[in-house]
Nanobody, 120 residues
Framework: QVQVVESGGGLVQPGGSLRLSCAAS????????MIWYRQAPRKQRELVAA???????NYADSVKGRFTISRVNAKNTVYLQMNSLKPEDTAVYYC??????????????WGQGTQVTVSS
């Protein structure tokens, strides 16, 4: 089994910054895609940013130029640096990882989410 834990959320003023972290642990041979999603109240969960094992990245149009996703493979960790935050960035942010793990099974895991609130 693989555990995924996000951290770094909180309350920040508009224009501020936060850095989210997501660490995976357990029996892990390889992590392929690592993805950040978010879900605002009464809205569908949406992809925010993704990074492949090779380091290729993809961003939602709404966060391009403001958010940066990165990963440290040796730590099974992915980060989301969020700058110039706006009230519309308020949401629960979830981490999703695509893992080759125990018995060479490739499975998808979610974290429990971390709340980001942008408000003055």
């Amino acid at each position: 089994q693989v555990q995924v834990v996000e951290s770094g959320g909180g309350l920040v003023q508009p224009g501020g910054s936060l850095r989210l972290s997501c660490a995976a642990s357990g029996i892990i041979y390889t992590i392929y895609d690592m993805i950040w999603y978010r879900q605002a109240p009464r809205k569908q969960r949406e992809l925010v940013a993704a990074i492949t094992i090779g380091g290729s990245t993809n961003y939602a149009d709404s966060v391009k130029g403001r958010f940066t996703i990165s990963r440290v493979n040796a730590k099974n960790t992915v980060y989301l640096q969020m700058n110039s935050l706006k009230p519309e960035d308020t949401a629960v942010y979830y981490c999703n990882v695509d893992v080759l793990g125990d018995r060479l099974q490739r499975l998808n895991y979610w974290g429990q989410g971390t709340q980001v609130t942008v408000s003055s």
